[in-house]
């Protein structure tokens, strides 16, 4: 046995990159070789979607998916249910590196990064949404997997249990409850925003799957390990962690869903998240200004100096810019580049705020989940101004466009 870890443990290895090796939803992680992990939970232990079978679900999807796709998920040597206890032996693959220790180590470069996440998108187009399903969408597909999962998500954080649990203050509640002032400019609170989008059944026409596909439901960059045997850009890759189906049900897998992970993960996930104190610098600026009752006010911004802020800043757009290049994604799906484009931004949009209650679980820091909430609202707001031409909430005479990387320069850097 090499040893056991637990979330977000950092490792260095002979190049000396930091390689983040995450737990996963409360289960405990043993690294028994050079290629067997193994990943061990109580059957009695729940987390925010139930832990035990949240990982009972996922070990399911790997096994099920595995004979289908072998060249995108790694191998299951052995599970084994015995004395309350839920254990699973996997392929230990590439020293557990992911596609978020790309952007988060300097040793690889931002051209480096889009040529691997093009790779990565190449194959899963090709090879796993291209693939039709027999199953038909759920009707309520928007709601059900975006506005209705912030509302539940946050309706934990709001109670008063979860919250003397965790020792959380009322700064979340009352951004919830009243909203907030985000560098000067007022953001309602974010269910005002779902409350809105469940209305419009023209958007949701508009942004309605066609149809179901294969999916992974939680492809952040932390749950793609990656192979780097290329100067040029990763060789090969396979996908860890997934939500299964038995967990979200089959009506409402979609590529969609995926692509707005990928979006939140090379956006600002791994910059909020700490890991538990194994991240070294902290590249974002957070303060609360003096409050009127229940309002209150922040300033917010980005070491965008920083060369990693600057990796960060610059991925979505070669996401975009990946998708743009490689019109034949559209031929698979039988739709625009505009109507994608739309799709993605939505789906990138309501990845945020759900993310809260792991964030205050896993980091106990309480600014982690202010500044996700923060980044939620922000990018909320571009996909309204976007959709819309303007957000219909914001105040009136508030026409000034969102800066979504402000510079903790000019915002504060105090702290």
């Not at 028994?32 to 109580?42: F, G, H, M, N, R």
């Not at 409850?177 to 949701?204: A, C, F, H, M, W």
């Not at 749950?223 to 060789?235: C, F, K, L, R, Y």
Request: glycine share 6%; proline share 4%; hydrophobic share 35%.
């Amino acid at each position: 046995m090499i040893g056991m870890i637990g979330i977000g443990v950092k490792m260095t290895n002979t190049k000396n990159e930091c390689i983040y090796l995450m737990g996963g939803s409360c289960c405990n992680i043993e690294i028994e070789s050079s290629d067997v992990l193994v990943k061990k939970i109580q059957e009695s232990v729940s987390g925010v979607e139930n832990g035990y079978k949240k990982f009972y679900f996922e070990v399911q999807h790997i096994y099920n998916e595995s004979k289908l796709f072998p060249e995108l998920y790694p191998k299951i040597y052995e599970i084994d249910s015995s004395n309350d206890k839920y254990s699973v032996k996997f392929e230990f693959c590439f020293q557990g590196k992911t596609l978020a220790d790309i952007l988060r180590n300097e040793t690889y470069d931002e051209e480096y990064f889009e040529k691997s996440l093009e790779v990565i998108l190449d194959k899963l187009f090709h090879d796993y949404y291209s693939i039709p399903r027999e199953s038909k969408p759920s009707p309520n597909y928007i709601i059900q997997c975006y506005m209705e999962r912030i509302e539940k998500r946050l309706h934990v954080v709001t109670a008063k249990q979860f919250r003397n649990k965790y020792q959380c203050s009322e700064t979340l509640v009352k951004m919830i409850r009243y909203g907030v002032y985000i560098n000067d400019q007022y953001y309602p609170s974010i269910l005002e925003y779902t409350g809105y989008l469940r209305k419009d059944k023209e958007l949701q026409s508009k942004l309605m799957i066609t149809h179901n596909t294969y999916s992974h439901h939680d492809l952040i960059p932390a749950n793609i390990v990656v192979g780097t045997d290329s100067p040029e850009h990763i060789t090969a890759f396979r996908l860890i962690d997934p939500r299964g189906e038995g967990e979200t049900g089959t009506d409402v897998r979609n590529f969609m869903y995926d692509m707005g992970k990928i979006l939140v993960g090379v956006d600002t996930l791994d910059i909020f998240r700490i890991f538990n104190g194994n991240i070294a610098e902290k590249l974002y600026s957070l303060e609360c200004l003096d409050h009127d009752d229940d309002m209150l006010r922040f300033h917010f911004g980005f070491h965008t100096g920083h060369p990693i802020v600057r990796k960060y800043m610059s991925a979505a757009n070669s996401f975009f810019d990946i998708m743009q290049r490689n019109g034949y994604y559209c031929d698979f799906v039988g739709e625009t580049p505009e109507q994608l484009y739309m799709k993605y931004l939505f789906s990138f949009a309501n990845m945020f705020h759900p993310d809260i209650p792991c964030r205050i679980i896993f980091e106990r820091e309480e600014s982690i989940p202010i500044a996700m909430y923060l980044r939620g609202m922000m990018v909320y707001r571009a996909f309204m101004d976007q959709y819309y031409g303007m957000d219909p909430l914001r105040l009136p005479g508030n026409k000034e466009a969102v800066e979504l990387w402000p510079d903790s320069n000019n915002s504060i850097d105090r702290q």
